[in-house]
């Protein structure tokens, strides 16, 4: 199981060298899913404003459980929601300027 956890977290953190193709534009960005319309600039830009910490993290991301883990323990409020779809992570790197 460890061993499972181990493999996943390593394979979505070699996932974010892919991002930069997934946000070309033209082809390579429709053939990657990249692109955001407005609805998800919003979306993403009223969770991040209405939160003094927000975490946007991927499905099953072992970071991501031990980060809201750690906020949890200091007593850090914190919001989190999924964030991994295309549309989401593109918003946070062109429009917002976040680390992915």
Known sequence: RVKRI???DALGYLDEYLLP????CGPCARA???GAN???R???REAVDGSDVMIFKKEGCGY???AEELLSQ???PFSSAVGDGAQTRT???RELRLPL
Do not use: H, I, N, P
Not at 21 to 24: A, G, I, K, P, V
């Open 6 to 8: 181990a493999l996943r």
């Open 74 to 76: 200091r007593g850090v």
């Open 32 to 34: 990657f899913g990249g």
């Open 38 to 40: 407005s609805a998800e």
């Open 21 to 24: 193709l997934r946000r070309c």
């Open 64 to 66: 991501c459980l031990r």
């Open 42 to 44: 919003e979306a993403v």
């Open 91 to 93: 918003v946070l790197y």
